[in-house]
């Protein structure tokens, strides 16, 4: 067998070698929100029947004119005491709320009468050019009882030996009211004790302290609210005023 020669057989290309590109996912879709339920229908309001003057409402109607109920208030404690004048003997006061205290041990009343005060106030007196301090009473003759008033408590506070009754209408004791009883206490509890004056406008007085020490001088003019008291003084024949402290004088 003959050898044929061979043609050449074109050869293939080579292959290209390509990359390929990740292809990005594609986002998902987001859920359309489902649409929103259309509004119940609302009625329309029923016309009221013709009203006719002078008859009664038809009860649509009268439901409709009553008012909204209220809500209920909160319960408060149910507590009547209240600060009560009671008088007694002058310059017993003490005595009286002594007296007063023991019978409320005694007879269980503590549930009814809850405390027993004597106003007093600290007050400065000047008495042979010297200053001391004394113990006033705000209302002498008088004290203060915090109570729930009954026929009991009444009767525990009104046979105490001292007490000569309660201040008010008629045999109807008559309570302070909140605003009297803030005032006392706020004179009890000042921290400035008061000056008690002993002189008035037109007396002659003395000085007894600072540069016009032992002058002689007529009171002009008495100032409560600043403690001030304004003193005309002769100087060489002319009455010149001189302000001053209430503990700066004395009666002469």
Known sequence: MSEQALEPRDELPPEEETT?????AEPAMEAEPAPAAA???VAEPVPYPPYIPGLPLPPVMAAAEEPAAKPAAAEEPADDRHWYVVHCYSGYENKVRHNLEQR???MGMKDKIFDVVVPTEEEIEVRDGRRRTVERRVFPGYILVQMILTEDSWYVVRNTPGVTGFVGMGNEPTPLRPEEVAQII???EAEAPRVK???KAGQKV??????FNDFIG???EIDMERAKVRVMVSFFGRETPVELDFLQVEKA
Do not use: L, N, Q, S
């Not at 390929?20 to 990005?24: Q, T």
């Not at 003395?206 to 540069?211: K, L």
């Open 39 to 41: 509004p119940a229908p």
């Open 20 to 24: 390929e590109e990740p292809v990005a």
């Open 218 to 220: 007529t009171v002009d």
């Open 104 to 106: 409320i041990d005694t």
């Open 186 to 188: 706020k004179r009890m």
């Open 197 to 199: 004056v002993t002189y």
């Open 206 to 211: 003395r000085i007894i302290d600072g540069p």
